[in-house]
Protein backbone atom coordinates (compact mmCIF):
# COMPACT_ATOMS: atom_id res chain seq x y z
CA UNK A 1 0.00 0.00 0.00
CA UNK A 2 0.99 3.42 -1.05
CA UNK A 3 -0.33 6.97 -0.03
CA UNK A 4 -1.32 9.42 -2.45
CA UNK A 5 -2.14 13.61 -1.64
CA UNK A 6 -5.12 15.26 -3.14
CA UNK A 7 -6.42 18.52 -1.80
CA UNK A 8 -4.32 18.61 1.18
CA UNK A 9 -5.38 15.04 1.65
CA UNK A 10 -3.59 11.53 2.35
CA UNK A 11 -5.33 8.73 0.84
CA UNK A 12 -4.40 4.91 0.78
CA UNK A 13 -3.77 3.73 -2.77
CA UNK A 14 -3.41 -0.20 -3.15
CA UNK A 15 -0.15 -1.18 -4.74
CA UNK A 16 1.75 -4.94 -5.04
CA UNK A 17 4.90 -5.73 -4.67
CA UNK A 18 6.24 -4.35 -8.36
CA UNK A 19 5.32 -1.22 -7.17
CA UNK A 20 2.17 -0.87 -9.30
CA UNK A 21 -1.01 1.42 -8.10
CA UNK A 22 -4.13 0.22 -8.70
CA UNK A 23 -6.86 2.59 -9.50
CA UNK A 24 -9.32 1.20 -11.42
CA UNK A 25 -11.70 -1.17 -10.63
CA UNK A 26 -13.78 -3.22 -13.26
CA UNK A 27 -16.59 -4.71 -11.45
CA UNK A 28 -18.97 -7.47 -13.10
CA UNK A 29 -22.12 -7.24 -12.49
CA UNK A 30 -23.42 -10.26 -13.93
CA UNK A 31 -21.54 -13.48 -15.87
CA UNK A 32 -24.81 -13.78 -18.47
CA UNK A 33 -25.03 -12.76 -21.94
CA UNK A 34 -27.25 -12.10 -24.78
CA UNK A 35 -25.32 -12.44 -27.37
CA UNK A 36 -23.44 -15.39 -29.22
CA UNK A 37 -20.17 -14.11 -30.26
CA UNK A 38 -18.13 -16.50 -31.66
CA UNK A 39 -14.92 -15.81 -30.02
CA UNK A 40 -16.83 -16.15 -26.38
CA UNK A 41 -20.07 -17.43 -26.31
CA UNK A 42 -20.71 -19.24 -29.93
CA UNK A 43 -23.28 -21.14 -28.42
CA UNK A 44 -25.05 -18.89 -25.94
CA UNK A 45 -24.50 -18.29 -22.19
CA UNK A 46 -24.23 -21.68 -20.70
CA UNK A 47 -24.24 -21.79 -16.44
CA UNK A 48 -21.42 -23.32 -15.74
CA UNK A 49 -21.98 -24.85 -12.13
CA UNK A 50 -24.82 -23.52 -9.80
CA UNK A 51 -26.45 -20.68 -10.68
CA UNK A 52 -24.56 -17.34 -9.53
CA UNK A 53 -25.88 -15.00 -7.04
CA UNK A 54 -25.20 -11.32 -8.30
CA UNK A 55 -23.70 -8.96 -5.59
CA UNK A 56 -26.34 -7.10 -4.25
CA UNK A 57 -27.00 -3.43 -4.34
CA UNK A 58 -25.87 -3.18 -0.51
CA UNK A 59 -22.88 -5.28 -1.05
CA UNK A 60 -22.04 -3.00 -4.06
CA UNK A 61 -22.29 0.35 -2.16
CA UNK A 62 -20.04 -1.31 0.30
CA UNK A 63 -17.35 -2.46 -1.97
CA UNK A 64 -17.50 0.45 -3.86
CA UNK A 65 -16.78 2.37 -0.46
CA UNK A 66 -13.69 0.66 0.43
CA UNK A 67 -12.30 0.64 -2.74
CA UNK A 68 -12.49 4.24 -3.23
CA UNK A 69 -10.93 4.78 0.20
CA UNK A 70 -7.98 2.69 -0.96
CA UNK A 71 -7.52 5.30 -3.83
CA UNK A 72 -10.06 3.64 -7.06
CA UNK A 73 -10.79 6.98 -9.00
CA UNK A 74 -12.67 4.54 -12.21
CA UNK A 75 -14.53 2.19 -11.81
CA UNK A 76 -16.13 -0.01 -14.97
CA UNK A 77 -19.53 -1.99 -14.73
CA UNK A 78 -18.93 -5.00 -17.09
CA UNK A 79 -20.35 -8.15 -17.50
CA UNK A 80 -21.15 -10.48 -19.27
CA UNK A 81 -23.74 -7.99 -20.63
CA UNK A 82 -24.76 -5.32 -17.76
CA UNK A 83 -28.08 -4.21 -19.06
CA UNK A 84 -29.72 -7.57 -18.18
CA UNK A 85 -29.62 -6.68 -14.87
CA UNK A 86 -32.71 -4.68 -14.08
CA UNK A 87 -31.10 -2.60 -11.49
CA UNK A 88 -28.26 -1.28 -13.67
CA UNK A 89 -29.80 2.17 -13.78
CA UNK A 90 -29.37 2.39 -9.92
CA UNK A 91 -25.63 0.62 -9.79
CA UNK A 92 -24.65 3.38 -11.87
CA UNK A 93 -25.92 5.79 -9.43
CA UNK A 94 -24.52 4.26 -6.26
CA UNK A 95 -20.74 4.13 -7.84
CA UNK A 96 -21.46 7.95 -9.40
CA UNK A 97 -22.30 8.95 -5.72
CA UNK A 98 -19.33 7.48 -4.40
CA UNK A 99 -17.10 10.09 -2.86
CA UNK A 100 -13.54 9.77 -4.50
CA UNK A 101 -14.54 8.17 -7.86
CA UNK A 102 -14.40 10.72 -10.46
CA UNK A 103 -15.61 8.10 -13.18
CA UNK A 104 -17.93 5.90 -14.45
CA UNK A 105 -17.59 3.68 -17.13
CA UNK A 106 -19.61 0.49 -18.53
CA UNK A 107 -18.89 -2.27 -21.41
CA UNK A 108 -22.01 -2.81 -23.13
CA UNK A 109 -22.70 -5.06 -26.49
CA UNK A 110 -25.07 -2.09 -27.21
CA UNK A 111 -28.38 -3.90 -26.90
CA UNK A 112 -30.34 -1.82 -24.87
CA UNK A 113 -27.53 1.26 -25.68
CA UNK A 114 -30.18 3.26 -27.86
CA UNK A 115 -33.28 2.70 -25.37
CA UNK A 116 -31.69 3.54 -21.90
CA UNK A 117 -28.22 5.54 -22.75
CA UNK A 118 -30.45 8.40 -21.88
CA UNK A 119 -30.89 6.89 -18.04
CA UNK A 120 -27.78 5.90 -17.83
CA UNK A 121 -26.59 9.51 -18.08
CA UNK A 122 -29.06 11.20 -16.22
CA UNK A 123 -27.69 8.09 -13.31
CA UNK A 124 -23.84 9.54 -13.73
CA UNK A 125 -22.35 7.02 -16.10
CA UNK A 126 -19.41 9.40 -17.82
CA UNK A 127 -18.10 7.04 -20.40
CA UNK A 128 -19.16 3.98 -22.88
CA UNK A 129 -17.23 0.93 -24.82
CA UNK A 130 -19.48 -0.73 -26.99
CA UNK A 131 -18.45 -3.99 -28.89
CA UNK A 132 -18.93 -3.74 -32.65
CA UNK A 133 -16.86 -6.39 -34.18
CA UNK A 134 -17.99 -5.04 -37.67
CA UNK A 135 -19.40 -1.99 -39.33
CA UNK A 136 -20.67 -4.31 -42.08
CA UNK A 137 -24.36 -5.91 -40.95
CA UNK A 138 -23.88 -9.17 -42.58
CA UNK A 139 -20.42 -9.67 -40.33
CA UNK A 140 -22.16 -8.17 -37.67
CA UNK A 141 -24.68 -10.72 -37.76
CA UNK A 142 -21.91 -13.86 -38.33
CA UNK A 143 -20.13 -12.65 -35.28
CA UNK A 144 -22.57 -11.68 -32.20
CA UNK A 145 -25.63 -13.60 -33.66
CA UNK A 146 -27.78 -10.89 -33.88
CA UNK A 147 -28.47 -8.50 -36.19
CA UNK A 148 -28.89 -4.99 -34.29
CA UNK A 149 -26.16 -3.33 -36.09
CA UNK A 150 -28.35 -0.25 -37.25
CA UNK A 151 -29.78 -0.02 -33.65
CA UNK A 152 -26.73 0.05 -31.40
CA UNK A 153 -24.80 2.42 -34.09
CA UNK A 154 -27.88 4.84 -33.11
CA UNK A 155 -27.23 4.47 -29.82
CA UNK A 156 -23.71 5.37 -30.35
CA UNK A 157 -24.47 8.61 -32.06
CA UNK A 158 -26.70 9.20 -28.51
CA UNK A 159 -24.47 8.81 -26.47
CA UNK A 160 -22.29 10.78 -28.03
CA UNK A 161 -24.94 13.57 -28.45
CA UNK A 162 -25.39 13.55 -24.45
CA UNK A 163 -21.46 14.22 -23.91
CA UNK A 164 -20.08 10.45 -23.01
CA UNK A 165 -17.10 9.77 -23.69
CA UNK A 166 -17.34 6.69 -26.60
CA UNK A 167 -15.16 4.40 -27.27
CA UNK A 168 -15.98 1.48 -29.66
CA UNK A 169 -14.05 -1.93 -29.03
CA UNK A 170 -13.73 -4.89 -31.84
CA UNK A 171 -11.71 -8.69 -31.84
CA UNK A 172 -9.30 -8.73 -34.33
CA UNK A 173 -10.63 -12.18 -35.84
CA UNK A 174 -8.15 -13.15 -38.55
CA UNK A 175 -9.90 -13.87 -42.17
CA UNK A 176 -13.41 -12.45 -40.60
CA UNK A 177 -12.78 -8.51 -39.91
CA UNK A 178 -9.22 -7.70 -40.44
CA UNK A 179 -9.33 -6.59 -43.71
CA UNK A 180 -12.18 -4.00 -42.79
CA UNK A 181 -9.57 -1.77 -40.96
CA UNK A 182 -9.98 0.83 -43.73
CA UNK A 183 -13.81 0.91 -43.04
CA UNK A 184 -12.96 1.10 -38.98
CA UNK A 185 -10.62 3.81 -39.69
CA UNK A 186 -12.92 5.69 -42.24
CA UNK A 187 -15.55 5.67 -39.27
CA UNK A 188 -13.72 7.70 -36.80
CA UNK A 189 -12.54 9.89 -39.28
CA UNK A 190 -15.19 12.56 -38.22
CA UNK A 191 -16.77 11.00 -34.81
CA UNK A 192 -14.69 11.92 -31.23
CA UNK A 193 -14.75 8.03 -31.17
CA UNK A 194 -11.65 6.06 -29.80
CA UNK A 195 -12.29 2.54 -31.74
CA UNK A 196 -9.74 -0.35 -30.16
CA UNK A 197 -9.05 -3.64 -31.56
CA UNK A 198 -8.31 -6.32 -29.21
CA UNK A 199 -5.87 -8.73 -29.74
CA UNK A 200 -8.48 -12.34 -29.46
CA UNK A 201 -7.18 -13.85 -26.21
CA UNK A 202 -7.02 -18.09 -25.59
CA UNK A 203 -9.54 -18.83 -22.80
CA UNK A 204 -10.48 -22.66 -21.47
CA UNK A 205 -12.94 -23.24 -24.21
CA UNK A 206 -11.52 -21.55 -27.29
CA UNK A 207 -8.08 -23.34 -28.39
CA UNK A 208 -9.04 -24.27 -31.84
CA UNK A 209 -10.83 -21.02 -32.60
CA UNK A 210 -7.97 -19.03 -31.22
CA UNK A 211 -5.49 -21.10 -33.60
CA UNK A 212 -7.44 -20.44 -35.96
CA UNK A 213 -8.62 -16.50 -36.16
CA UNK A 214 -5.59 -15.17 -33.67
CA UNK A 215 -3.71 -11.91 -34.78
CA UNK A 216 -1.35 -10.28 -33.76
CA UNK A 217 -2.16 -6.65 -32.51
CA UNK A 218 1.41 -5.38 -34.11
CA UNK A 219 0.04 -6.33 -37.55
CA UNK A 220 -2.18 -2.79 -36.41
CA UNK A 221 0.21 -0.99 -35.36
CA UNK A 222 3.06 -1.03 -38.72
CA UNK A 223 -0.50 0.08 -40.31
CA UNK A 224 -1.14 2.71 -38.55
CA UNK A 225 2.71 3.82 -38.49
CA UNK A 226 3.21 3.52 -42.33
CA UNK A 227 0.12 5.95 -42.14
CA UNK A 228 1.03 8.69 -40.38
CA UNK A 229 -0.38 7.67 -36.73
CA UNK A 230 1.37 8.74 -33.69
CA UNK A 231 1.26 6.74 -30.36
CA UNK A 232 -0.71 9.11 -27.11
CA UNK A 233 0.60 9.58 -23.72
CA UNK A 234 -1.09 6.88 -21.29
CA UNK A 235 -3.10 8.85 -18.43
CA UNK A 236 -3.11 7.15 -15.05
CA UNK A 237 -6.30 5.76 -14.57
CA UNK A 238 -6.13 4.16 -18.80
CA UNK A 239 -7.02 0.73 -19.50
CA UNK A 240 -4.91 -1.22 -21.44
CA UNK A 241 -5.08 0.11 -24.70
CA UNK A 242 -2.17 2.32 -26.42
CA UNK A 243 -4.38 4.74 -28.38
CA UNK A 244 -3.00 6.53 -31.60
CA UNK A 245 -4.17 9.86 -33.21
CA UNK A 246 -3.54 11.23 -36.79
CA UNK A 247 -3.98 15.16 -37.54
CA UNK A 248 -6.43 14.28 -40.43
CA UNK A 249 -8.87 12.10 -37.72
CA UNK A 250 -10.64 13.62 -35.66
CA UNK A 251 -11.43 10.04 -33.48
CA UNK A 252 -8.31 7.91 -32.71
CA UNK A 253 -7.17 4.04 -32.48
CA UNK A 254 -6.42 2.11 -29.80
CA UNK A 255 -4.50 -1.72 -29.53
CA UNK A 256 -5.06 -3.95 -26.62
CA UNK A 257 -2.43 -6.47 -27.13
CA UNK A 258 -1.97 -8.88 -24.39
CA UNK A 259 0.22 -10.73 -25.81
CA UNK A 260 2.70 -7.76 -26.62
CA UNK A 261 6.20 -7.42 -24.54
CA UNK A 262 6.18 -5.92 -21.44
CA UNK A 263 2.09 -5.77 -21.38
CA UNK A 264 1.68 -6.43 -18.14
CA UNK A 265 4.39 -3.82 -16.74
CA UNK A 266 1.60 -0.95 -16.52
CA UNK A 267 -1.20 -2.87 -14.79
CA UNK A 268 -3.12 -0.33 -13.05
CA UNK A 269 -6.71 -2.41 -12.66
CA UNK A 270 -8.05 -4.85 -10.65
CA UNK A 271 -11.34 -7.22 -11.09
CA UNK A 272 -14.52 -8.57 -9.14
CA UNK A 273 -16.61 -11.33 -10.18
CA UNK A 274 -20.48 -10.85 -9.82
CA UNK A 275 -20.49 -13.08 -6.95
CA UNK A 276 -17.63 -10.97 -5.38
CA UNK A 277 -14.59 -12.80 -5.84
CA UNK A 278 -11.38 -10.32 -6.60
CA UNK A 279 -9.61 -11.26 -9.47
CA UNK A 280 -5.84 -10.25 -9.31
CA UNK A 281 -5.73 -10.85 -13.21
CA UNK A 282 -8.05 -11.59 -16.12
CA UNK A 283 -6.11 -14.91 -16.29
CA UNK A 284 -5.78 -15.87 -12.61
CA UNK A 285 -5.85 -19.34 -11.08
CA UNK A 286 -8.28 -18.20 -8.88
CA UNK A 287 -10.42 -15.68 -7.31
CA UNK A 288 -10.74 -14.34 -3.63
CA UNK A 289 -13.88 -14.25 -2.05
CA UNK A 290 -14.45 -10.74 -0.39
CA UNK A 291 -18.21 -11.20 0.25
CA UNK A 292 -18.48 -11.97 3.68
CA UNK A 293 -16.98 -8.74 4.20
CA UNK A 294 -19.20 -6.89 2.17
CA UNK A 295 -22.30 -7.34 4.68
CA UNK A 296 -21.76 -4.51 6.92
CA UNK A 297 -20.27 -0.96 7.34
CA UNK A 298 -18.42 -2.11 10.07
CA UNK A 299 -16.28 -4.83 8.21
CA UNK A 300 -14.76 -2.01 5.95
CA UNK A 301 -11.09 -1.61 7.40
CA UNK A 302 -10.94 -5.78 7.88
CA UNK A 303 -11.62 -5.54 3.96
CA UNK A 304 -8.47 -2.75 3.63
CA UNK A 305 -6.43 -5.20 5.41
CA UNK A 306 -7.35 -8.20 3.26
CA UNK A 307 -7.13 -5.97 -0.10
CA UNK A 308 -3.76 -4.76 0.68
CA UNK A 309 -2.51 -8.47 1.93
CA UNK A 310 -3.58 -10.00 -1.64
CA UNK A 311 -2.29 -7.57 -3.52
CA UNK A 312 1.13 -8.66 -2.43
CA UNK A 313 0.20 -12.01 -4.31
CA UNK A 314 -0.19 -10.45 -8.01
CA UNK A 315 2.05 -11.82 -10.30
CA UNK A 316 4.24 -9.94 -12.12
CA UNK A 317 3.00 -10.87 -15.53
CA UNK A 318 0.06 -13.50 -17.00
CA UNK A 319 0.97 -16.41 -18.99
CA UNK A 320 -1.30 -16.27 -21.69
CA UNK A 321 2.28 -16.74 -24.10
CA UNK A 322 2.46 -20.41 -22.47
CA UNK A 323 -1.16 -21.27 -23.62
CA UNK A 324 -2.24 -20.84 -19.84
CA UNK A 325 -5.17 -19.21 -19.43
CA UNK A 326 -5.83 -19.53 -15.33
CA UNK A 327 -9.81 -20.27 -14.68
CA UNK A 328 -11.06 -18.20 -17.25
CA UNK A 329 -13.48 -20.30 -18.95
CA UNK A 330 -14.76 -17.66 -20.89
CA UNK A 331 -14.71 -13.56 -21.19
CA UNK A 332 -18.55 -13.58 -20.16
CA UNK A 333 -16.79 -14.14 -16.94
CA UNK A 334 -15.23 -11.29 -16.70
CA UNK A 335 -16.01 -8.59 -19.21
CA UNK A 336 -12.52 -8.86 -20.15
Not at 46 to 58: D, I, R, T, V, Y
Not at 74 to 92: F, M, N
Request: hydrophobic letters at 35%.
Amino acid sequence: MQATQHAGQVTEVLSDSYGRRFQYLRLSITDICNFKCSYCLPNGYQCHGAPKSNLNLAEIKNLLQVFSSLGTEKIRLTGGEPSVRKDLTKIIEIAASTPGINQVAMTTNGYKLKENIQSWADAGLKAINVSMDSLEAKSFELITGHHRLKSILEGVELALSLGLKVKANAVLLKGINDQQLPLFLNWVKHKNVAWRFIELMQTGDNHEYFSKHHLSGRTVVDWLSNDGWEACKRSKNAGPAIEYTHPDYLGKIGIIAPYSKDFCTNCNRLRVDTEGHLHLCLFASNGYSLRHLLQQESQQQELKTYLNTLLQGKEATHYLHQGYSGSTYNLSMLGG
